[in-house]
């Protein structure tokens, strides 16, 4: 009962962060999403492919095979890439689907199960709690720089701005 709650919990973590970085996202247009504060800076497209690629990394057969899979290049992630904003769109959705299919697999049975990343073996919420740290970060990013890019366009993907005492006051 308790994997299974943490679980849902959890799942619903993830898919409140990507809602962020879905509406982020959808207010841009493409050349938005490859642009670049300076060299030092990563895309919004770099994130998106990043993002895509560990979760691809980490959940694809994880049960069976290291979560640093041998194919992944992961200095390339952060190169610029030229893709059209379907394909990044498409890139990211296969990411976030391996994800939430592997968080659907898991259950009281097999919850306990060791995983191996690094060729390190780790417990499975280990992994589940590095990516929950990891991904908020990088959506942070994807806002922010988003943010940047709209300025007064911009539609905040979660609580705006002096309306925080509105939407508490009409929870309550």
């Not at 050349?31 to 993002?51: F, G, T, V």
């Not at 990411?95 to 995983?115: K, R, T, V």
């Amino acid at each position: 009962m308790m994997v299974q709650e943490y679980l849902d919990n959890i799942t619903a973590q993830f898919k409140s962060y990507k809602e962020v970085a879905d509406k982020t996202i959808a207010q841009l247009e493409e050349k938005d999403l490859h642009w670049k504060y300076n060299e030092e800076s990563n895309s919004i497209a770099s994130i998106m492919i990043h993002m895509s690629e560990n979760m691809l990394s980490r959940w694809t057969d994880f049960f069976t095979s290291d979560g640093e899979k041998d194919w992944r290049d992961r200095d390339a992630e952060f190169e610029t890439h030229d893709l059209s904003k379907k394909e990044l769109i498409n890139q990211w959705e296969k990411g976030w689907n391996c994800l939430f299919s592997a968080l659907d697999s898991l259950n009281e049975e097999n919850f306990n199960q060791p995983i191996l990343i690094r060729n390190k073996q780790v417990k499975l919420i280990e992994s589940i709690t590095r990516q929950i740290a990891h991904f908020p970060y990088h959506i942070g990013q994807i806002a922010y720089v988003g943010k940047m890019i709209l300025n007064s366009k911009w539609q905040t993907a979660s609580i705006a701005k002096r309306k925080i005492k509105r939407v508490y006051a009409s929870s309550i």
